[in-house]
Structure formats: structure tokens, C-alpha cells
């Protein structure tokens, strides 16, 4: 999930999607979603897509690449090597990616890729993965995040730590983007746009403080 | 409600204590909580503590001056001083300071004071302050915070704002320290320290993850 907020100061705000596909039906399905400078990731996913569409630049392209573990390595060099061009102050033009999807042959897998151009991979102890404004969010998933959810559940867990991100601080807003991939599809089809005024959104963050509110009641006060 | 895990690197951390009283009882109880670099706030304590002592500066301290007001002036010049005082890299040795209490006289006030010695004040719109690591425990602050709850349920809730940064970032650390301002008290008396092995905290902190679940559950979940 991905929100669509970018801002150059809270006097200038605007949405734009920082989700992606790059997929051949029945073949491979990838997804990136970006954060951080939007000029930045903009030009990586400019120049990820004229690498798979140029002839002389197709076999070092994304729907080229044989394993997900290369498909991470190619965005991670684009990714630093995009940064660095900017000189040294290129802090400020700083991002990061996530990246994830399935190659046929191999395994669905999800890589977290660093403005310095190196990624790590999604395992079973560190069963989730942010980029951007991540803080406000990560606790809920620290707490309720299970394995065995459903996909409704984790949705609605995602729409929650989402919600939690976007009443604390003005660089995170609606619209989200959702994509859910199913193991072995190899098909970016199942995605979504929730939208501001979406009625099962809306439902979710008006009630999750009053949920909370139950919660905290549930458990003994502090007194001394 | 201040932590006391201080850092320079996950390889070398410690406990000190963050907050620290300045009181006449019967007269003023100020009570202060640091944020930042430690050296920093160290000299800031100390600065402030030699200046209610030493006879020449007496009149310049904390215990002499007539309003909160004046309080939160001279914390933020002498912070202001201490910070500039480090030379252009300045931001390395920032740090930020909330100080409450009341002088007899006037009214019971919090401020937020920032780096460069500037501050602000409490108001009914905004009832809580935060400093330091701040991200992680606002988003429960922001949905469950009432200006009716008792003072149990107040610590309540702070000890599971801060129990949710505990579990997601390594530089916030128990013991925590507590103090309690009654108005019109002018005593600083009412404070706690509470150890990691606190059995109300305990409590709070493990069925805090099922409450929340709970909580989640109680939500209708998203499809498409």
C-alpha cells in the first residue's frame, strides 16, 4: 500500500501515484512503490520504463531480468546512480524503493532498497517492510501484524496504520494504492485506489478511536 | 512522563535521567524534561542549577524570575547560548526542552521550547507536548487523549505511548520518570520513577498487543 501525497513545503502539496508495475502476464509481476525526493523517482521509473521499450537498452531492463534478486540489483544501481549524479548535496535528492513481486522459476519475494543502492529482503522474523514517513505507523504493525491474517485483515491493518500516519502529520494523504499479489499468478490485476471519501475507509479510521479508546479501558490505570 | 535512555550509537548507550526539578515549596514548582544531546542538556541542568546558587547570578536564575513565562525565556536563551556556543556544526549539539510548573501568583503553564531558544505554549487545541523520539507514541496521543481522563488513565496512556516507541525504536528505554503537578500545589512532590519490571507496566505493556487486536477485530475488514 502506498499513499500519494508529495509536498515541497506544506505551502505546496500535491498526489501523485508511488506505486508501479512492470509485469508480463503470466510470466513475472512487479511492483515498486517509491518514497523520497519526487524528482528523484520519478526520473528511476522514467528511466526503468525506456529500458524495457529502447531495443539496445531491453536486456537491461526490468522484464529482462532472470531472478527478483537482479530485478532489485538493476533498481538499486538506477536508483544510486540517479542520486549521485546530483553531486554532493545529494541528501536532499535522496529516496528509497520497495520492490516486490515473482519471476517465473522462482519465488514471490519483497527487497527494500536503499538510496545508497544496496536492498535487504523481506524474512520470517522481519515479516514487513516501510520506506518514508514510517514512524507514526510502525507501532500498530509491530503489535497486530499476524502470519496467518487474511487479506481482508491485513488491509484493514495497513488502512489503520495509514490512517494513524495521516491524522499526525500533513506529508502523508489520501488516496492510497493497493496491490495484492497471490503467489503464483504472475498478474499485477488485483489493485485498487482507495479513495478520501471511500465508505469502509471512512468506517475504519472514524471508529478506530473510539476502538482504542475501549482498548486502553481494558487495561488496568497507573496509580501512585 | 520522560524515558532514560541516552546514545551514541546502538553500541554505547546508558541511563540518565531527563527530567529535573526546580522548586520553592509553597512558592514555585518548575519541573523540566530534556531532549537531544546529552552534553547539551547536561550543561544546560547545570548552567541553570549554578545560576540559583552562586550569589551574583542568583537573580538571574530560575528560582527568582516572577512568571513561567520568564522561566521559559531564560531555558531557551541559555539553550540558544549553549547550542551556538558549539560553532557552525551546531545541529549535531541541538536538543529541545519542555518546561511546566507554576509560580504563586499566575497560572499552572507547559512550554515547548526549540533549539534556537524560541517557544511555545500549551493551549486547549493542542493539549499535549511532545520532545525527542516523538513519532511512534503520537498517533495514540492524537486519537485517545481527553481533557476528562483521570490522572490514571492520563499515566495510562502515556506508559502505552511510550511502551509503543520502546518496541519499535532502540534509543527510548525504561526506567521511566513521572511527575505528577497538582495546581496550586507549588510542590514538586508528587513524582515516581517506574522500572522496567514495574508490574502495573508489565501488564500495561504485554495486553496492550491483544487489546489492540481486539480493537482491530471489532473493525470491518477491506475488500475488493
Chains 1, 2 share one sequence.
Not at 519475494?109 to 524474512?123: A, H, K, Q, S, V
Not at 489493485?191 to 487495561?219: H, M, Q, Y
Request: some cysteine.
Amino acid at each position: 500500500m502506498s499513499d500519494t501525497r508529495t509536498n515541497a513545503g506544506v505551502d505546496n502539496f500535491s498526489t501523485t501515484r508511488k506505486m508501479f508495475n512492470f509485469s508480463v502476464p503470466g510470466e513475472r509481476a512487479i511492483t515498486l512503490m517509491t518514497a523520497g525526493n519526487l524528482a528523484t523517482t520519478q526520473a528511476l521509473i522514467s528511466l526503468l520504463r525506456e529500458r524495457c521499450e529502447t531495443s539496445e537498452d531491453r536486456k537491461s531492463g526490468i522484464l529482462s531480468q532472470p531472478t527478483m534478486f537482479q530485478v532489485a540489483s538493476l533498481v538499486g544501481d538506477t536508483l544510486k546512480e540517479l542520486i549521485t549524479s546530483r553531486g554532493p548535496s545529494s541528501g536532499t535528492f535522496s529516496a528509497s524503493v520497495i520492490v516486490g513481486g515473482q519471476i517465473k522459476g522462482g519465488p514471490p519475494t519483497i527487497f527494500m532498497i536503499y538510496p545508497e543502492g544496496n536492498f535487504i529482503e523481506l524474512t520470517d522474523d522481519a515479516p514487513f517492510l516501510q520506506i518514508g514517513e514510517t514512524k507514526y505507523g510502525k507501532p500498530i504493525l509491530v503489535r497486530a501484524f499476524d502470519d496467518d491474517m487474511s487479506y481482508e485483515d491485513v488491509l484493514k491493518l495497513l488502512l489503520v496504520s495509514f490512517a494513524s500516519t495521516v491524522k499526525s502529520n500533513l506529508s502523508v494523504g489520501l488516496p492510497f494504492d493497493v496491490q495484492i499479489y497471490e503467489n503464483d499468478t504472475f498478474t499485477t490485476d488485483r489493485a485498487a485506489r482507495i479513495e478520501a471519501d471511500d465508505p469502509v475507509f471512512c468506517t475504519i479510521s472514524d471508529r478506530w478511536g473510539d476502538a482504542l479508546k475501549s482498548a486502553l479501558n481494558s487495561l488496568p490505570g497507573y496509580k501512585f
